[in-house]
């Protein structure tokens, strides 16, 4: 606990910007992936042949940028700086630890950008708006991931992971009490997943996702006892590979139960617009 909260104080100095929630949710994240070593060394591999494979199919490697960087733990990071130019790792939180793991190991083209990616704020002030003037249309469209067309010479795009804690995030962010959930739309979710997913497809670059799109929890007699659509009922991409990721073995979340999550890989982004 008290090694968690010095991380805690350490990362508000480094990123005072910084949501606390957030803070806390990646803090919560490293102590699990520790935890969870074993049953999450599957995933976390899958996860970094993908990212191989969409690698291999990219001729020029000038920049690329990971969404959801998160620990590190999923993204094959030294072949990523040892083959592009520069290597931009965005999230919404960077812990210190894995900023000095990058310092450490000597990647000096790997870069961090702090960025809340989901869309949920801009959301909000277009919905806040909305109610003021009584106009359904504004006339612009949600694009949480328009600052990567920004960014010069960009030719590889990885979203690891995080698509499904976008939604999380702002289920959790609707229960607030903070009165944002009034004036947020009903599918407020979907259509946040839906950016996401909007914005990877109309980069003129390669991209590739990495994304669980539904859990189970599972008693240990085998009898189902929940299951959830994690992208509140937006149509992932294709996938060009699928697997289960045992993100709550028995006794993490519950003595008999476990959390079973479905996940999928697709590169080439598209959506059905």
């Known amino acids: 606990m008290l090694a968690d909260a010095l991380l805690f104080a350490a990362t508000r100095l480094s990123s005072p910007h910084t949501r606390a929630a957030a803070i806390r949710d990646a803090i919560g994240l490293r ?27 990219v001729d020029v490697r000038r920049t690329a940028v990971v969404l959801g960087s998160g620990l590190l733990r999923d993204v094959p990071i030294e072949r990523l700086s040892s083959m592009f130019k520069k290597v931009v790792l965005v999230d919404v939180c960077h812990l210190p630890t894995t900023r000095l793991t990058v310092l450490l190991r000597r990647y000096p083209n790997v870069a961090f950008m702090t960025r809340d990616i989901s869309g949920y704020d801009r959301l909000a002030e277009q919905s806040r708006i909305k109610l003021a003037t009584g106009q359904d249309d504004l006339g612009v469209r949600l694009d949480p991931l328009g600052f990567l067309r920004k960014i010069d010479e960009l030719d590889l795009v990885i979203s690891a992971n995080v698509l499904s804690q976008i939604a999380v995030g702002a289920e959790a962010r609707l229960q607030a009490k903070d009165g944002q959930a009034r004036i947020m739309p009903d599918d407020a979710v979907a259509e946040l997943v839906a950016g996401h997913l ?18 189970i929890r599972r008693r240990q007699d085998g009898i189902i006892v929940e299951s959830h659509d994690l992208l509140a009922g937006v149509t992932p991409p294709f ?33 059905d617009l």
């Open 31 to 57: 102590s699990r992936a520790r935890r969870c070593r074993d049953a999450w060394a599957g995933h976390e591999a899958r996860t970094r042949a993908a990212i191989d494979r969409a690698i291999d199919g």
């Open 198 to 215: 909007d914005g990877l497809a109309q980069l003129p670059c390669k991209t590739v996702i990495v994304t669980d799109v539904s859990y």
């Open 239 to 271: 996938a060009s590979d699928v697997w289960d990721w045992t993100v709550a073995p028995f006794g993490e979340e519950a003595p008999d139960e476990e959390r079973i999550h479905r996940v999928i890989a697709a590169e080439d982004v598209a959506v």
